[in-house]
């Protein structure tokens, strides 16, 4: 069994107070392993994003445990979560949240600033993360100059450059069309498969269901379903299949 990165026992999660107050995770278990892409899917409302702020380390559970590479978040405090995130977790958002005034570069370098890492070796290692997913030609782009894709593929790179254990994706092709979302999954799958990373999807999306080799179903907050994947990568050639 592949290395456990991530995982979840019992997690529930109380939004709200009074006569609005919801139920948004009702004891959910999961397990994110090393070199897997895995999918949550389910309609809005579910407790998807929920779940994965709590997985990330952004939002805590009102009872159950997480645990991130072998530490509990059960008593880490603000200070003690936001160090796990550095050391362990990359986000990728739907929306960017790339900073306009910064070019592409600055943007992925930002994600190194955070931790401490400054200077020379820092600006190369945002350079060679751009040129993971294609995007070396761009360094010096503001984000107002790239595509919607490409500033996606920017946002990857930032999540990438930290070399954290797990990515986090929000969403990552509701917002693009067909081809700029394989071509963002085909690059998610390779961190997940060639950088033996855990990869966790939240999506609505049922175009990038052949890309998984986990898929989760997730209702009311509850996980009513789990199956296989039957992953793209397997049925292309790998060389050839990259943007």
Not at 41 to 62: A, E, H, R, V, Y
Request: charged letters at 25%; a neutral charge; glycine letters at 8%.
């Amino acid at each position: 069994m592949k290395d456990v990165i991530i995982e979840a026992k019992e997690v529930k999660k109380t939004l709200g107070r009074g006569a609005g107050q919801v139920q948004a995770l009702r004891g959910v278990d999961l397990s994110l392993r090393k070199g897997e892409l895995t999918l949550l899917m389910g309609p809005s409302g579910s407790g998807k994003t929920t779940l994965l702020l709590i997985l990330g380390c952004m939002l805590t559970p009102s009872s159950g445990t997480v645990a991130v590479c072998g530490a509990s978040t059960s008593d880490a405090d603000k200070e003690g979560l936001a160090k796990i995130r550095r050391d362990h977790i990359g986000f990728v958002f739907q929306s960017y949240h790339l900073f306009p005034t910064l070019t592409a570069r600055q943007n992925v370098q930002l994600a190194l600033d955070i931790r401490d890492h400054h200077g020379r070796d820092a600006a190369k290692k945002a350079r060679e993360a751009l040129a993971l997913v294609g995007l070396e030609q761009k360094a010096n782009a503001l984000p107002d100059a790239l595509s919607g894709g490409e500033q996606q593929r920017v946002a990857i790179a930032r999540a990438f450059v930290a070399n954290p254990s797990v990515i986090l994706a929000d969403e990552p092709t509701s917002a693009l069309d067909s081809d700029n979302g394989r071509a963002i999954m085909r690059i998610l799958v390779e961190a997940a498969h060639e950088r033996d990373r855990a990869v966790l999807v939240v999506t609505h999306d049922p175009r990038i269901v052949p890309f998984a080799d986990r898929i989760i179903e997730i209702e009311d907050g509850l996980l009513v379903e789990e199956k296989s994947g039957e992953p793209e990568h397997l049925r292309m050639p790998k060389a050839a299949a990259w943007p």
